[in-house]
């Protein structure tokens, strides 16, 4: 299987570029036909010769994913589910603007960073679904162009890797794509959200990348023995280890951090709870979002809090002078809601 062009670094691509005797100007030729001209066929790159466009066309592939299927919900927001060339699923989900508080005049697309998960969290069907392979640069990168294409007519600056996997596990291929996005403007860097579970190893190196993009910490849980039965990782990841990988990144980044948090009866949602998450919330600039439970499982022995709860546990948190927000969920008629991405076999 050839590889695809979006997985050359700059270095390799001048090398490659010198090794067939041209010049490494076409590095920049051919980056500025994928990514600002959106070139998806080598034979379009105009200024490339004949003898050149056949030659990338004979070693390497310049489209990673092929798009099986769209489904679109009643709220505007589309899945997309693609297939890999080694024929695997992903599934990416744009989200058009909502009602959330700070989500005005916001189009933004999901990310999948993995073909499913190793995680495992209780709450979140990639986890189900299983754990296939990371993706390499230019399958993250062509969620984002795919989509941006699909809906050529509107403005997409804003991206969530927050869909399919975690995406510290997959730490080179995401910094690559992020610096390619950033480098090439196709999405705002302001407007670029990665959530994660809290690898803090990553995180500190995630500090030192010089990007300033947003966190979020996937917590739901601020002690680690119930934290632990949502997400069985979180054994090796204890959430003060977390915490003070959030310290630095604040530090180097002067970033707010999101802490993501759903609420499920009898686990996470008593006073002590909340006394416990204001603590962290102030540990550095930080809003709560407070995450609705999308039902993955009739089998699931977790308990989600009604509405009226969250409302009342959320104005708890005010009372503690906590900035909160109460998420609404988007595509959950086509299991594109959060947590709620597993390749259903019965959808394509």
């Not at 709450?123 to 640069?137: E, H, P, Q, S, W």
Request: aromatic share 10%; proline share 3%; glycine share 4%.
């Amino acid at each position: 299987m050839k590889n695809n062009i979006k997985n050359l670094s700059k270095e390799e691509l001048f090398n490659y570029f010198e090794s067939i005797g041209e010049k490494k100007f076409r590095t920049n030729q051919l980056q500025n036909a994928i990514y600002n001209n959106r070139t998806s066929d080598f034979q379009s790159i105009s200024n490339f010769s004949a003898n050149l466009k056949n030659k990338l066309e004979q070693d390497f592939n310049i489209v990673s994913l092929e798009l099986i299927k769209t489904m679109l919900s009643s709220d505007g927001s589309t899945k997309f589910i693609f297939k890999t060339e080694d024929n695997n699923f992903i599934e990416s989900v744009f989200l058009p603007n909502n009602s959330n508080a700070d989500a005005s005049n916001r189009n933004t697309i999901c990310v999948s960073t993995m073909a499913g998960c190793p995680v495992g969290c209780k709450f979140c069907a990639t986890g189900n679904f299983g754990y296939k392979r990371n993706l390499d640069i230019a399958e993250i990168l062509d969620q984002i162009l795919f989509i941006q294409q699909y809906f050529s007519d509107i403005k997409i600056k804003n991206a969530v890797f927050m869909g399919m996997g975690e995406p510290f596990l997959n730490y080179n291929n995401l910094i690559s794509a992020i610096r390619l996005i950033l480098e090439f403007s196709l999405l705002n860097s302001k407007g670029i959200t990665i959530s994660t579970i809290g690898i803090p190893a990553a995180i500190l190196d995630f500090a030192n990348e010089g990007l300033k993009i947003k966190l979020a910490l996937s917590l739901h849980s601020p002690f680690d023995n119930n934290r632990q039965k949502l997400i069985p990782i979180a054994k090796k990841y204890k959430i003060e280890e977390i915490l003070k990988s959030l310290d630095f990144y604040y530090r180097s980044t002067h970033l707010p951090i999101t802490l993501e948090y759903i609420l499920f009866k009898g686990l996470n949602d008593s006073n002590k709870d909340i006394k416990k998450l204001a603590r962290i919330a102030r540990r550095f600039p930080s809003v709560i979002n407070l995450i609705p439970y999308n039902n993955i499982s009739k089998n699931l022995d977790l308990i989600p809090c009604n509405e009226t709860e969250i409302k009342e546990f959320a104005k708890k948190l005010h009372n503690e002078n906590i900035v909160v927000i109460t998420r609404k969920s988007q595509g959950q008629d086509i299991s594109a809601a959060c947590g709620m991405l597993a390749c259903n076999e019965k959808e394509y």
